[in-house]
Structure formats: C-alpha cells, structure tokens
C-alpha cells in the first residue's frame, strides 16, 4: 500500500458570485431565449458555458482533498477486501493441502505399521515352526544316537541280569553266612553243653538205680538236647565220647 499523502490543507473560503440563470436541460436555447436573435442567443450561451466551467473547476478545486482523501480511502479498503479475500483463498488452499500432506503421512505410517505387524506376525509364525522342527530334530538325534531306545533297553535288561545274578550270589553266600554262624552257635552251645554235662556225671543211672534224666515214670516223652536224651549225653561225657 503507498503512503497515505498528507491532505492539503483548506483555502479560505471566498464569496461565491451569483450563480448565472440554468440553461435548459433540453439543450433547446432558443426555446429559453426565443425573444433574442441567433446570435445573442450564441454569445449569451457561450458566457454561461464559459462561467460554468470555471465554477465547476473551482469547486473541484475546492472538492480536491476530501476527494483524495476518499480516493485513498476507497483504494485502501478495496486493496484490504482483495488481500483478505486473497489470503482467505491461499489459506483455505493451504489448509487443504496441509490435509491432504497429513492424509498422505498418515496412510504412509499406517501401511508402514501394517507392513510391520505382518511381518512380525510371518516371523512369529516362522520361528514358531522353526523351534518346532529343532525340538523335533533334537528329540530324533537324541533318541538315535545319544539315547538310543533300544540300547538303554538293552543296556538295561543287561543290568537287571547283572542284578538278578548279583542277588543270587548275596543270597547264596548270605545263606553259607548263615549256615557258618549257625554251626558256629551250635559248636558254641554244645561247648557250652558240654561243660555242663561235664560236672553232671554223678547223675548218670546206674543198673541198680536209674538216674535223674532217665525216669521210669517218663520213658514217653524224655528230655533232648540236639537230638539226644540228656541221659545219652551224660552217657557219652563219663565214656569220653561227646
């Protein structure tokens, strides 16, 4: 916008001489001077034409300033309604590229993010049959050369033969263990026994009398000890022959 330019200031107002007599509107002097001749007629017309046009550019003289003054602020508020329509027009235009650029930005993240998940979901997937197919590989390999089904089968039945032949043998030898003990207690007993039996010879019976352990009243059910009537031993001590 140019500068406003400083309005003139107003010139003293003068007194205005007697405005001359209206022409007719018609254009038709004759009709307004019909008593006159052509040529008075023509010279008054040009007096009041003459005297008519400095008055109207004295009074557009006079007018000049408001006149400018208006003239600038007609401009200036039609310069102001064409830049506020015109920025009204660029700003409703660069909203809606602004939409459109945000529009654009947001599909393009969005099929990004899409493109992300099913990618992470095919790479779940994937890796999901991946550890399957190691865990069953694994459990293969294992089976067939590290633990081998039908070598621990084996390996275990030969460990239970072992031990079934291993327990043969404790029990075996736990029975000759038991067997020597019991030969042993027996020995023990009869040595035992046999001291006893030893200080006990005056019981033994004699022809004329019979003796502690051989009763006549118990012949049925005598007393033994390993197998032989206590009377037998007695016998066997006083012959030497226990």
Known sequence: MPPKKKEPEPEPEEEEPAPPPPLSTTGLFYLYYKNDSGRGVCSGAMTEVVSTFFTSLAAAEEMRGQEYAATLLLQASSRRLLQRLSFGHRRHKAITLERAYRGHLGRLRYEDSQAEREAGMRRAFWDGNAVLVQKIWRGFFSRKHVHNFYLRKAYLLSVAE??????????????????????????????????????????????????LYNSPYAQMAQETVYGLPIEQHLRNVATGTL
């Open 162 to 211: 072992r031990g079934a032949a291993v327990q043969t043998i404790l029990a075996k030898h736990h029975q000759t263990l038991v067997e020597l003990d019991a030969e042993t207690q027996d020995e023990k007993r009869l040595q035992q026994f046999e001291g006893v039996v030893s200080s006990l010879h005056h019981l033994l019976s004699t022809k004329s009398c019979p003796g």
